[in-house]
């Protein structure tokens, strides 16, 4: 096959695929939450104790429908479907108990139990039992920000991080033991919010890439 016909036939699979994803086709509630803080020196997995700051990211999922507004409607929690934790150069886990663990979003900005008002997006996460965790605020984001209806959406210009004084304690899958985070308060966290394709769309995604193998093979053969 000559390059041109190759390109061709690669990006009329590749817009079979993007135009299933950016069709719509999310599945209903189902979210991802990503998001990255710094965990600071003395923090650690199982034996393992960080010498310096080292950057965490967090992605779950979690179904926007669970979201639970407190009482006078200041904060929210969503809990968390499934959490993996990236850190630094050790690798990726996955937390065994992951609805132990809710994303946090408010328009109240607080110093955990002190509140002082604020008038910008919150986000972050928290440990239901022990109240251990982080949040950011945000100068603004990409969509209308509502606390207690979490949407796909980008939070912009961080502007302070907010930690509590108790560290944030998740059990790690596959024998990796515990994870204990101190977090810094003076690294701004990141976060973000994004649909997650159904598996339909993915299927027609990968489909679309098969064909392009496909017809390659076929004329490659073809033209022995």
Same mark, same amino acid.
């Given at each position: 096959?000559?390059?041109?016909?190759?390109?061709?036939?690669?990006?009329?699979?590749?817009?079979?695929?993007?135009?299933?994803?950016?069709?719509?086709?999310?599945?209903?509630?189902?979210?991802?939450?990503?998001?990255?803080?710094?965990?600071?020196?003395?923090?650690?997995?199982?034996?393992?104790?960080?010498?310096?700051?080292?950057?965490?990211?967090?992605? !779950?999922?979690? *179904?926007? @429908?669970?979201?639970?507004?407190?009482? =006078? %409607?200041?904060?929210?929690? &969503? +809990?968390?479907?499934? /959490?993996?934790?990236?850190?630094?150069?050790?690798?990726?886990?996955?937390?065994?108990?992951?609805?132990?663990?809710?994303?946090?979003?408010?328009?109240?900005?607080?110093?955990?139990?002190?509140?002082?008002?604020?008038?910008?997006?919150?986000? !972050?996460?928290? *440990?239901? @039992?022990?109240?251990?965790?982080?949040? =950011? %605020?945000?100068?603004?984001? &990409? +969509?209308?920000?509502? /606390?207690?209806?979490?949407?796909?959406?980008?939070?912009?210009?961080?502007?302070?991080?907010?930690?509590?004084?108790?560290?944030?304690?998740?059990?790690?899958?596959?024998?990796?033991?515990?994870?204990?985070?101190?977090?810094?308060?003076?690294?701004?966290?990141?976060?973000?919010?994004?649909?997650?394709?159904?598996?339909?769309?993915?299927?027609?995604?990968?489909?679309?890439?098969? /064909?392009?193998?496909?017809?390659?093979?076929?004329?490659?053969?073809?033209?022995?």
């Amino acid at each position: 096959m000559s390059p041109l016909r190759l390109c061709c036939s690669f990006a009329f699979g590749l817009v079979i695929g993007v135009s299933s994803l950016l069709g719509g086709n999310a599945k209903a509630g189902m979210l991802s939450f990503k998001s990255e803080a710094t965990a600071m020196a003395g923090s650690s997995v199982g034996s393992t104790v960080f010498q310096t700051n080292t950057a965490v990211k967090f992605t !779950g999922l979690f *179904d926007s @429908a669970d979201t639970i507004l407190q009482p =006078g %409607g200041a904060y929210a929690f &969503t +809990q968390f479907i499934s /959490l993996q934790i990236e850190i630094g150069n050790l690798g990726a886990f996955d937390a065994t108990t992951p609805n132990a663990f809710a994303i946090l979003s408010s328009n109240v900005g607080f110093v955990f139990n002190n509140p002082a008002f604020v008038d910008f997006p919150v986000l !972050g996460m928290i *440990d239901l @039992a022990s109240d251990a965790g982080y949040y =950011g %605020g945000f100068s603004s984001s &990409t +969509q209308p920000y509502t /606390l207690d209806a979490l949407s796909p959406n980008e939070f912009l210009g961080p502007l302070f991080t907010e930690t509590s004084p108790d560290p944030f304690v998740i059990t790690l899958a596959g024998g990796a033991g515990v994870g204990t985070f101190l977090f810094s308060d003076s690294d701004p966290v990141t976060a973000s919010i994004s649909a997650v394709p159904e598996p339909t769309s993915m299927a027609i995604f990968g489909l679309g890439s098969l /064909l392009v193998v496909a017809r390659r093979a076929r004329r490659a053969r073809s033209s022995v």
